[in-house]
């Protein structure tokens, strides 16, 4: 597979980052630049809804690289992450040698049984025998302990070996993206083999530049309003403040209502868009309302 | 040629003394990160200041309370070029910055003195609490070595992770290789079930001033659970701030293990502020996943200093997060005790397990409410 050239410096990636309707910041392009150039997997923590996982897919379509999701949990194993046999086709299989009489020996009819057609490629594999390509592991802080080592593994050295096939080995390693929420320390040794980067919610021209970006059919007026709206909620000590996603959504829902700017009441009607607890509703509704939402 | 030799030279010699400055700050810039600058610095612009700010970023820091230091140690050693006016400022800002006292290791500026006092009053600790529980020097032995003994016994639950057992889901994969050896005909299913984990487990000590007398038991309870099970177990002091000390008693000796976290606690017997503390834990740890699901164990005698609405909040809080709140409180140990404090009242609502915690015994009980929680 023939590779597109990379951008040739982190400016560069921005601006093709920025036409995907994704708007880093310096540390953010420096990181994926990085990442692409030093084939080290990117490590991105910050709270949930900064845009990480938004990344990775932005970085897909800039590198016109396939790409590959991974999604943790607690229990997490290998043959889900990596591959599986399809127990199914392989009966069938077995059932129609067996019809068809073929005087197989019993070795050579089991070699056939262990086929790569046989064989179902699970996020891991596939971002391998697909490279180049995003190799995105989100919420890595979900997998347990056991499911990082095996982690650190296959991406120390980008390969896969499958005792009946052979091993499988990535002419380019895939651009790997890890996102955590910090739910939990994740090992130290992981941390070493990437490049960390915390990400922080963006700056009110940032976050208005993205609002208008993602949703153009919003007024620019709105657009500040939002932000500026969201920014004063994320000062409130909440338990969940509001991430650029809530952001979005909040803007699409007031759009939706029609409406053209932001006032205290749309604002109450709404608010089920941002924030997502009910506590945190009630710390709302119990502060001046129109302190937060009021005016320009 | 020569040039780009010289050059290369004293980018190296610079980054191994930006390295060393930012380990003196408390970063941990192992040779193999500081590897890792080096090439990132090559891909970038070694002469522009903003390169090697993020190239150092991104290899050397490994968690959010790094970047502060980090940012400390750019300014330092490259004077106060750090683009560090490019972190947003506001909340988050803000937020970072209420959040590095409860680390451990913070920086020096305040390091000290503190330090020193906790040790001080560590050592102290030990004193009082034989005041209180009357024993002798040997008998405080002895009960050492019964509190390294106590293994409390971490709480099952079920898991996706799967084991091979006479009953339970088919395991297809090797229901199929053992068929293969029959020659295709599958004779017998092999089965596999999920396989118990231990629960989470997370203790808060109060080690505030009216809770003196217990905490280094307390600890050392702590450090027992901590040994049986280090991945599953965390332990975190409360007093008027909030102070992780896992790690520390990750130490596989008992009184070491004590020592390192009398250092990392900058609040011992201070007052309490459980109310807040327990925010400020919800806030960080154990909304995010620490206290999820697991068993949270709150050492206590419930004096608190701030009003106790925000602590019954918070309680209420931790027990829609958490599989089990346990409340463990000493004086519960004294004949007449009536849990009417302020905090307790407020508190006790929330709470499934009330036990007390004044002597081995009551911890021989506690490690069984647990086990069973």
């Known amino acids: 597979m023939t590779e597109p050239t990379l951008p040739a410096d982190p400016a560069a990636l921005a601006a093709a980052l920025e036409s995907t309707g994704y708007l880093p910041d310096e540390g953010l392009a420096t990181a994926a630049y990085l990442a692409l150039v030093m084939h080290r997997p990117l490590f991105l923590e910050g709270e949930a809804g900064v845009g990480k996982t938004a990344l990775a897919r932005a970085l897909a379509e800039v590198t016109k690289r396939p790409i590959y999701r991974l999604q943790c949990y607690e229990g997490l194993e290998a043959s889900h992450a990596l591959y599986d046999w399809d127990f199914g086709r392989q009966l069938l299989h077995l059932r129609a040698a067996e019809a068809a009489g073929a005087a197989e020996r019993a070795e050579e009819l089991e070699a056939s049984l262990y086929d790569r057609r046989f064989l179902l490629a699970r996020p891991l594999l596939q971002a391998l025998e697909d490279s180049p390509s995003v190799l995105l592991i989100d919420e890595v802080d979900r997998a347990d302990d056991e499911f990082e080592a095996f982690l650190l593994e296959v991406l120390s050295d980008f390969t896969i070996s499958i005792p009946e096939l052979g091993t499988v080995r990535a002419q380019t390693p895939p651009l790997v993206v890890l996102t955590s929420n910090r739910t939990r320390e994740v090992h130290d040794a992981l941390k070493r083999r990437c490049l960390y980067h915390w990400l922080e919610h963006p700056d009110f021209e940032r976050e208005v530049a993205i609002l208008r970006r993602r949703l153009p059919d919003v007024t620019e007026e709105l657009?500040?309003?939002?932000?500026?709206?969201?920014?004063r909620l994320r000062e409130l000590d909440l338990l969940k403040p509001p991430g650029v996603a809530e952001a979005m959504d909040w803007a699409t829902a007031l759009h939706a209502l029609g409406a053209r700017e932001l006032d205290p009441d749309t604002a109450a009607r709404t608010l089920g868009a941002v924030l997502k607890y009910r506590e945190d509703t009630d710390r709302v509704h119990a502060l001046a309302r129109g302190a937060l939402f009021g005016g320009g | 040629?020569?040039?780009?030799?010289?050059?290369?030279?004293?980018?190296?010699?610079?980054?191994?003394?930006?390295?060393?400055?930012?380990?003196?700050?408390?970063?941990?810039?192992?040779?193999?990160?500081?590897?890792?600058?080096?090439?990132?610095?090559?891909?970038?612009?070694v002469l522009d200041a903003t390169a090697v700010y993020w190239s150092g970023r991104l290899t050397l820091c490994a968690s959010p309370d790094d970047l502060d230091r980090y940012d400390a140690g750019f300014a330092a050693y490259f004077g106060g070029e750090a683009p560090r006016a490019r972190r947003p400022s506001g909340a988050e800002e803000q937020r970072v910055a209420q959040s590095a006292p409860l680390q451990t290791g913070e920086g020096s500026q305040e390091g000290g003195e503190p330090t020193?006092?906790?040790?001080?009053?560590?050592?102290?600790?030990?004193?009082?609490?034989?005041?209180?529980?009357?024993?002798?020097?040997?008998?405080?032995?002895?009960?050492?070595?019964?509190?390294?003994?106590?293994?409390?016994?971490?709480?099952?639950?079920?898991?996706?992770?799967?084991?091979?057992?006479?009953?339970?889901?088919?395991?297809?994969?090797?229901?199929?290789?053992?068929?293969?050896?029959?020659?295709?005909?599958?004779?017998?299913?092999?089965?596999?079930?999920?396989?118990?984990?231990?629960?989470?487990?997370?203790?808060?000590?109060?080690?505030?001033?009216?809770?003196?007398?217990?905490?280094?038991?307390?600890?050392?309870?702590?450090?027992?659970?901590?040994?049986?099970?280090?991945?599953?177990?965390?332990?975190?002091?409360?007093?008027?701030?909030?102070?992780?000390?896992?790690?520390?008693?990750?130490?596989?000796?008992?009184?070491?293990?004590?020592?390192?976290?009398?250092?990392?606690?900058?609040?011992?017997?201070?007052?309490?502020r459980i109310g807040e503390v327990l925010k400020a834990f919800l806030d960080r740890w154990g909304q995010r996943g620490t206290a999820r699901g697991a068993v949270v164990v709150v050492c206590s005698d419930g004096w608190e200093r701030g009003g106790p609405e925000l602590l019954g909040e918070q309680m209420a809080r931790l027990a829609r997060l958490a599989h089990a709140v346990v409340w463990v409180n000493p004086h519960k140990g004294r004949a007449g005790y009536e849990p009417l404090t302020g905090g307790m009242v407020a508190a006790l609502p929330s709470i499934d397990c009330f036990v007390a915690g004044h002597s081995l015994a009551a911890f021989e009980e506690l490690a069984g409410v647990i086990t069973r929680a």
Do not use: C, N
């Not at chain 1, 657009?223 to 920014?231: D, G, P, S």
């Not at chain 2, 890792?36 to 891909?43: F, I, P, S």
């Not at chain 2, 639950?157 to 994969?173: D, K, L, T």
């Open chain 2, 116 to 272: 020193e006092l906790a040790t001080q009053a560590s050592g102290e600790e030990v004193l009082r609490h034989r005041d209180v529980a009357e024993l002798t020097v040997a008998e405080r032995d002895q009960l050492r070595r019964l509190f390294a003994l106590l293994v409390p016994a971490s709480p099952m639950r079920a898991s996706r992770r799967r084991s091979p057992s006479a009953h339970g889901s088919i395991h297809q994969a090797r229901t199929v290789r053992r068929a293969l050896r029959d020659g295709g005909e599958i004779t017998r299913l092999v089965h596999h079930r999920a396989r118990p984990r231990p629960r989470r487990v997370v203790l808060l000590i109060d080690v505030s001033g009216s809770m003196s007398p217990y905490a280094d038991a307390l600890l050392r309870f702590a450090h027992a659970a901590v040994r049986a099970r280090p991945a599953s177990t965390e332990v975190f002091t409360i007093g008027t701030r909030l102070t992780r000390v896992t790690r520390e008693l990750r130490l596989r000796d008992p009184d070491k293990a004590l020592a390192a976290s009398g250092s990392a606690i900058p609040d011992w017997s201070g007052g309490t």
């Open chain 2, 1 to 45: 040629m020569a040039a780009e030799e010289g050059q290369r030279r004293d980018v190296v010699t610079t980054v191994l003394g930006f390295a060393r400055t930012l380990r003196h700050a408390g970063v941990d810039a192992s040779p193999d990160r500081v590897e890792a600058m080096l090439a990132a610095v090559a891909h970038l612009d």
């Open chain 1, 223 to 231: 657009a500040r309003q939002v932000a500026r709206a969201t920014a």
